[in-house]
């Protein structure tokens, strides 16, 4: 288990290794994301936040993952088109991992274990979970799905 979310490397959506301790001294929303999913409308709402906090020290993360109702198909190529046309996303997208499971990507295992769900569940249960990670890297609150961003925007604004 990585002891920091800094000592964590991830992929850029065009196949770049980007150390997290590049976000060192940020604010992070991460977001596992999905381009077919019931919760796609919250590309808008993370680009809102995204917008309204960049020049404060904060950004969203997104991460495709294609765990849940296989909702994210695509390649890297198709999702950064899709993002990029349909919400005009300017936050950094990485490429597709998985947040659960054996294959989990390394970030999200760290995620879980700092921030579990309801019931001290450390599963992921659907896309657009979204993890609050203060400018320390440590992991503040998971949000569930149906938390619309707008409604996460007073606590980032109050950790900036």
């Not at 077919?36 to 808008?44: S, V």
């Not at 400018?135 to 998971?142: A, D, H, L, P």
Request: with cysteine.
């Amino acid at each position: 288990m990585a002891e920091s979310i800094y000592s964590i490397s991830v992929n850029s959506i065009d196949g770049q290794s980007v150390p997290m301790e590049d976000y060192k001294d940020k604010v992070l929303l991460i977001v596992n994301t999905a381009s077919e999913c019931g919760f796609t409308y919250q590309y808008e709402g993370l680009e809102k936040l995204q917008q309204q906090y960049k020049d404060k020290g904060f950004s969203v993360l997104g991460f495709p993952c294609n765990q849940f109702g296989k909702q994210e198909p695509g390649d890297d190529e198709t999702i950064a088109n899709f993002c990029a046309t349909r919400f005009s996303v300017s936050f950094p997208l990485f490429q597709k991992l998985e947040v659960n499971g054996d294959n989990a990507h390394p970030l999200f295992k760290h995620l879980k274990s700092e921030a579990p769900g309801i019931f001290g569940s450390e599963s992921i249960k659907w896309n657009f979970t979204k993890f609050l990670v203060d400018q320390n890297g440590k992991v503040i609150k998971r949000f569930a799905p149906k938390d619309k961003p707008e409604k996460i925007a007073q606590t980032i604004e109050s950790m900036l």
